[in-house]
């Protein structure tokens, strides 16, 4: 398993998108952010709010160079065939491309957090307990929110196989499903409800506000809620449909 997590890892790094990605995170998010910032009253608030959405713009790109690096070539290359054959059990599989995803993420998200704090030293900034909370929270829950649709997104590479239909999956995931999920909680007699407090990102949003309140333990409630209903019951679907599938060796 180990091994398996070095090789996608190294395989990965040898990628120049992910470089790409890289590059236009550490040229991009300054000038996003520091751009207009002195036209604002509070400027720390505005700088907090800048970086949080600057940080939230480049996930939906990773995810997809994820997707496609760690399962959609795979599939293409038949090469988990190869690796289960081997004696790799399918569950360890699953789970050595979930902490590939995983492993990238949090280094690409504490790189922008380590970038944006870098950035209050050349904007001038001074951020306080909250501003420095809205930042942290915004990187924790793309993490969660990248960790979600990958693992959704692992089900129908393991049920179906197919590289093509896996990463049209994701994308419907990350920008179809969230409009029309939109839509649907605007609708009158659906407000009444909170719907939009058990949708993903509504949960996450609720974690940030719960946390900067000082309601920290609720906070780390939804965020294990958010955890188990997105990601873990995604993985547990990925194991029981994948160690079904009859591979031809």
Not at 32 to 60: C, H, M, P, W, Y
Not at 79 to 98: D, E, Q
Not at 177 to 182: C, G, L, M, S
Request: charged share 15%; aromatic share 10%.
């Amino acid at each position: 398993m180990r091994k398996l997590i070095k090789a996608d890892l190294r395989r990965i790094l040898r990628k120049k998108a992910i470089w790409i990605l890289l590059i236009l995170i550490i040229i991009v998010l300054p000038i996003r952010t520091i751009s207009g910032l002195g036209n604002v009253s509070d400027e720390d608030f505005a700088f907090a709010l800048k970086v949080a959405d600057g940080i939230n713009l480049f996930g939906i790109v990773l995810g997809l160079i994820l997707v496609l690096n760690v399962y959609a070539d795979d599939f293409n290359a038949t090469t988990y065939i190869n690796t289960i054959g081997r004696g790799l059990s399918r569950t360890k599989y699953i789970m050595a491309k979930f902490l590939v995803v995983m492993i990238v993420a949090v280094a690409f998200y504490m790189l922008e957090g380590l970038l944006a704090f870098g950035l209050t030293y050349v904007a001038g900034v001074h951020l306080n307990s909250d501003e420095v909370l809205i930042i942290v929270c915004r990187c924790v829950a793309d993490i969660v929110s990248i960790a979600s649709s990958v693992a959704i997104t692992s089900v129908f590479f393991f049920l179906t196989e197919n590289a093509t239909l896996g990463v049209l999956v994701y994308l419907a995931i990350v920008l179809i499903i969230p409009v029309a999920i939109e839509l649907v909680i605007a609708l009158p007699f659906v407000q009444k409800i909170h719907l939009d407090r058990y949708y993903m990102t509504g949960a996450l949003s609720m974690m940030t506000s719960d946390f900067i309140m000082g309601m920290t333990l609720q906070g780390i409630l939804v965020l294990l809620a958010t955890i188990v209903v997105y990601v873990g019951i995604a993985i547990a679907a990925s194991i029981i449909v994948f160690r079904k599938k009859e591979l031809d060796f």
